[in-house]
Nanobody
Framework: QVQLVESGGGLVQAGDSLRLSCAASGRSFTSYTTYAMGWFRQAPGKEREFAAAIIWSGSSTSYADSVKGRFTISRDNAKKTVYLQMNSLKPGDTAVYYC???????????????????WGQGTQVTVSS
């Protein structure tokens, strides 16, 4: 099993920045089980959507068009932590942000939530105008 705990959410104004962290734990934290780590978000009344993902080595990343150029995902495997640096935040970024981990299939899925095996409880990000 892999446990994921997000932190770093909060209330900010449009144009501000936030850095989310996702700390992983568990004996099953391996290059297989967490080959892909991603961030998803869910706004009130909307479906959960993909935001960003990164592979084990950190050499490849993927972003949704809505966050490309503003968000940066990174990971530190030694610390078992993945980060999401969010800049130039907009009110439309308001959502609960979830961290997820999965095998290679999660990476090749192109952002399909069902391909990820492990999920955190989420952290709220609210951007005021």
């Amino acid at each position: 099993q892999v446990q994921l705990v997000e932190s770093g959410g909060g209330l900010v104004q449009a144009g501000d920045s936030l850095r989310l962290s996702c700390a992983a734990s568990g004996r099953s934290f391996t290059s297989y089980t967490t080959y892909a780590m991603g961030w998803f978000r869910q706004a009130p009344g909307k479906e959960r959507e993909f935001a960003a993902a990164i592979i084990w080595s950190g050499s490849s990343t993927s972003y949704a068009d809505s966050v490309k150029g503003r968000f940066t995902i990174s990971r530190d495997n030694a610390k078992k932590t993945v980060y999401l640096q969010m800049n130039s935040l907009k009110p439309g970024d308001t959502a609960v942000y979830y961290c997820a981990a999965g095998p290679v299939a999660a990476w090749t899925s192109g952002g399909e939530a069902r391909a990820y095996d492990y999920w955190g409880q989420g952290t709220q990000v609210t951007v005021s105008s």
